[in-house]
């Protein structure tokens, strides 16, 4: 089939941190053999293709436009080059394709594996991700689709893993960083950093909190939805697990406190020097952020019967692994994530030090 894809219009997402743009594929980056073989799967050519560089993985993420007027987001990863990103690729694959049709997603319509190249092809939505900081409106809109998102039935049926082995493996932040206490812990966090063992005592009860049968989508944040005039679209299903249903609600707030909501509060102002300097940190809305968590929490149908003591394990457990995360040196494909991670941390403890231990 001829070669005539359309010069490249490359999309950024003002909302998240762009990728390395050398570790972005495109279209023409794939092998000749393996773009036909796409081409005669959709049954037309591509003319057109829009990059969509925003988020942290190395692989291919771009909307299509076809000879025939239709579109398609594909996605792809060669295990070669980049065998993290093509193994969540290969583990999207297998829950897209069993997600119940009542989930909020665009549609899996097909992948494509030959042991190194793995591709993934979606319907195309016409939407954007929330804005940031978050929009009252907007917010509403995407904590209704989280209660209906939690109420559907089917996750054994996937079968998803449970969510109480797999949060618990990651919520050893606080027991790190007990063991070896960061210089800057106490200015940066001084409330943590006079409860260092009451912390890492607190993320042991993440393994039961974390039980149930309700799917989790497990990475619920503004990159991973998409707002359209009329629906909610939840992306990216390579970490969903089967547990608790308040678990991205949770997660989705720790976030939204990192990024602020218009008209209610500011988002941290945080800086971590790449050379592995002191962080910067002012929060002057600390406390209304962690009254509003707490309030929002507390009135969402998902949050109003959620023990405390479960909360309290979660938020504490996704404090810690923020923190300890933000102390890591940056990889090349995310620069910004020290950054991300210790302004997610703080927010989480601003909510955990107004729920109290």
């Given at each position: 089939m001829p070669d005539d894809v359309a010069t490249t219009c490359v999309v950024l997402s003002p909302q998240d941190p762009r990728?390395?743009?050398?570790?972005?594929?495109?279209?023409?980056?794939?092998?000749?053999?393996?773009?036909?073989?796409?081409?005669?799967?959709?049954?037309?050519?591509?003319?057109?293709?829009?990059?969509?560089?925003?988020?942290?993985?190395?692989?291919?993420?771009?909307?299509?436009?076809?000879?025939?007027?239709?579109?398609?987001?594909?996605?792809?990863?060669?295990t070669r080059d980049a065998r993290e990103c093509a193994d969540l690729h290969r583990t999207e694959a297998r829950i897209a394709i069993r997600l119940p049709e009542a989930v909020p997603t665009p549609r899996f319509l097909w992948g494509h594996g030959d042991g190194d190249w793995i591709v993934l092809a979606y319907e195309a939505i016409d939407g954007h991700p929330p804005?940031?900081?978050?929009?009252?409106?907007?917010?509403?809109?995407?904590?209704?689709?989280?209660?209906?998102?939690?109420?559907i039935p089917g996750a054994r049926q996937i079968p998803l893993p449970p969510a109480g082995p797999q949060l618990a493996s990651t919520a050893i932040g606080w027991g790190r960083i007990l063991r070896d206490p960061p210089e800057h812990l106490s200015s940066v966090a001084p409330w943590?950093?006079?409860?260092?063992?009451?912390?890492?005592?607190?993320?042991?009860?993440?393994?039961?909190?974390?039980?149930?049968?309700?799917?989790?989508?497990?990475?619920?944040?503004?990159?991973?939805?998409?707002?359209?005039?009329?629906?909610?679209?939840?992306?990216?299903?390579?970490?969903?697990?089967?547990?608790?249903?308040?678990?991205?609600?949770?997660?989705?707030?720790?976030?939204?406190?990192?990024?602020?909501?218009?008209?209610?509060?500011?988002?941290?102002?945080?800086?971590?020097?790449?050379?592995?300097?002191?962080?910067?940190?002012?929060?002057?809305d600390a406390e209304r952020a962690g009254?509003?968590?707490?309030?929002?929490?507390?009135?969402?149908?998902?949050?109003?019967?959620?023990?405390?003591?479960?909360?309290?394990?979660?938020?504490?457990?996704?404090?810690?692994?923020?923190?300890?995360?933000?102390?890591k040196p940056a990889p090349r494909s995310d620069p910004s994530r020290p950054t991300t991670a210790l302004g997610q941390g703080l927010a989480a403890l601003a909510w955990l030090e107004h729920l109290g231990l």
């Open positions: 990728a390395h743009a050398s570790d972005r594929l495109r279209w023409t980056s794939l092998p000749r053999e393996l773009r036909d073989e796409i081409e005669a799967t959709m049954e037309a050519r591509v003319v057109e293709e829009i990059s969509v560089v925003s988020g942290f993985r190395p692989g291919m993420g771009s909307l299509l436009r076809l000879s025939t007027g239709e579109q398609v987001f594909l996605k792809a990863a060669r804005r940031t900081p978050w929009e009252p409106a907007v917010l509403a809109r995407v904590l209704d689709t989280l209660d209906d998102l939690a109420r943590a950093a006079r409860r260092l063992a009451t912390l890492a005592e607190l993320e042991l009860g993440v393994l039961v909190a974390c039980e149930g049968e309700s799917i989790v989508h497990g990475d619920m944040r503004a990159r991973n939805l998409t707002v359209t005039d009329d629906a909610v679209y939840v992306l990216d299903w390579p970490h969903a697990m089967r547990g608790a249903g308040w678990l991205d609600l949770a997660h989705l707030l720790v976030t939204v406190g990192a990024q602020g909501v218009e008209g209610v509060f500011d988002p941290p102002d945080v800086s971590v020097p790449p050379d592995g300097g002191a962080p910067v940190t002012t929060w002057d009254a509003w968590l707490t309030a929002v929490f507390d009135d969402h149908p998902l949050g109003a019967e959620v023990h405390p003591g479960d909360l309290r394990s979660v938020v504490g457990g996704f404090a810690g692994f923020s923190l300890d995360a933000a102390r």
